[in-house]
């Protein structure tokens, strides 16, 4: 499809169009909203199964490295998946805008999954590369568009985002479930081996199913793209726009004022913190993993199920808790916390999560732990990530001068970047033969975040000061 084609804007693509509802929002939150279920479905289902095919033995199909490597390649391409962020929202904000970068996005992390479903170290490497350039082009920008569904002051924008990330957890919910068990699930190996196929090779179909997933991203986006309007059109530039065509408020780029700047400061300090929330928040698919599959115990009511199903908690207490904060929020109206205020909540709750990780990790000099502590983890990191992960995505749309919104979005999921390196980092140091050394990993992970909660508390009024009347 050419850039005419994807940027064309319908007739009558007015502010009154883009108002038509979705779940009282403008309607072209449909769309985004189910592109990126997809597109995360694909992350999250690949990423579900990353480190055990990594850290699996040639005769059961994977790789064969050991922890500190597998750790290592997971960090560095999780860090891809989130730094190339920077470059696609550039592009988005200067040459594509970000409706076809959204696109372009979408077909290379396709060919990235199905990429993966040979078995080689090439094709490895090759699929990771393509799915973190193909994400780099379509996360930062679809968050951007759904920010450019909302005019300034708009009280929904908040809600909006809630709804958008609620999107995101479906995805990530589903995509566990499916790529886990074709992955891992004894059945479906069963199944392999009476279809003359070699069961070994069922990491293969994970990945398959990832970019599967991607593929019916893709087809939800076009086929919704008159819903979108002008959303997220070429901005044009200021001669194109002398030359013949009236200014309305995207399409102007003015120059960065001193408020501006203040804002951006505001935005860096919370990237500050925001690293070392995901640094402990993105255990879950490194080091947290290896621990479901090596030292608890995954029966259920006598059944024994995939570790990687433990991936799909998070995403479902998101979905459960999503409404009650989005009451919560709209109860307390103007006594609603400032976005500050959210960050360091956000803080002490992770921080609180690994607290409950000390017991657990002493637990396993026992043997197998219940998976019960993982599901208490995983809860209280979830009601940390509501006060933070949507708050900043909404609070960057608000802050980010508009012609920039696609880079500062890179700049928000460059702090995903770094953290994902720094999990990838700690979960090197993960063993599964020594409670001290885990009770060290995540007491020290437990630590640092609560040294952070209080370090954001005495900045908070800075922040506010610099945030100014967005707060
Ligand atoms: N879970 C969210 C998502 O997948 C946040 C990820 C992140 O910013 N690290 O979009």
């Not at 399409?251 to 501006?260: E, H, I």
């Not at 909540?345 to 690994?354: D, P, R, T, V």
């Not at 920039?404 to 979960?427: D, Q, T």
Request: a positive charge; aromatic letters at 12%; one cysteine or more.
């Amino acid at each position: 499809m050419s850039e005419a084609a994807i940027n064309a804007a319908p007739p009558l693509a007015t502010a009154a169009g883009r108002d038509s509802i979705f779940a009282g929002h403008p309607k072209g939150l449909g769309p985004l909203f189910f592109t990126e279920l997809w597109e995360r479905f694909s992350y999250y289902g690949m990423r579900a199964i990353l480190i055990l095919y990594m850290t699996s033995t040639a005769a059961q199909g994977g790789l064969g490295f050991d922890v500190k490597q597998a750790s290592s390649i997971y960090g560095w391409y999780t860090m891809s998946v989130y730094l190339t962020a920077l470059p696609g929202g550039l592009i988005a904000d200067y040459i594509t805008g970000t409706r076809l970068a959204v696109l372009i996005g979408g077909i290379i992390i396709a060919c990235g999954h199905f990429t993966m479903v040979f078995h080689s170290l090439t094709t490895f490497y090759l699929g990771m590369a393509l799915i973190a350039i193909g994400t780099g082009m379509l996360k930062p920008n679809i968050s951007a568009m759904v920010g450019k569904l909302y005019k300034p002051g708009d009280p929904r924008r908040d809600s909006g985002f809630s709804i958008f990330y609620m999107g995101i957890n479906i995805g990530a919910l589903l995509a566990p479930l499916a790529v886990g068990y074709l992955a891992k699930g004894e059945s479906f190996k069963g199944f392999l081996s009476s279809m003359g196929m070699d069961p070994a090779k069922s990491w293969h179909w994970g990945f398959g199913a990832a970019g599967v997933g991607m593929i019916l991203g893709l087809v939800v986006y076009l086929w919704n793209r008159e819903k979108l309007a002008t959303v997220g059109s070429k901005i044009k530039s200021r001669s194109q726009l002398q030359a013949n065509e009236p200014a309305d408020d995207e399409t102007v780029q003015p120059a960065l004022t001193r408020d501006d700047w203040k804002r951006i400061g505001a935005i860096f300090i919370f990237f500050v913190f925001t690293i070392l929330f995901w640094g402990a928040y993105e255990q879950k698919g490194a080091s947290l993993n290896l621990f479901a599959d090596r030292l608890v115990d995954t029966t259920l009511f006598g059944w024994k199920f995939p570790a990687p199903y433990l991936q799909s908690l998070t995403p479902l207490f998101v979905i459960m808790l999503t409404p009650i904060v989005t009451i919560i929020w709209l109860r307390l109206k103007e006594r609603q916390p400032s976005s500050p205020v959210k960050f360091t909540l956000g803080m002490l709750f992770i921080g609180l999560a690994y607290v409950l990780m000390i017991p657990a990790a002493m637990l396993t000099a026992q043997g197998r732990v219940s998976f019960w502590w993982l599901v208490g983890l995983y809860f209280l990191e979830v009601c940390g990530e509501m006060c933070l992960s949507p708050v900043g995505l909404s609070t960057v749309t608000k802050l980010s001068p508009p012609k920039l919104v696609g880079f500062m979005m890179g700049i928000w999921f460059l702090a995903s970047a770094v953290g994902s390196k720094l999990a990838g980092y700690l979960s090197g140091f993960f063993v599964s033969d020594n409670s001290w050394q885990l009770v060290k990993l995540y007491g020290g992970i437990a630590a640092g975040l609560l040294l952070a909660t209080v370090l954001l508390a005495l900045l908070t009024p800075t922040i506010k000061r610099l945030m100014g009347r967005v707060a």
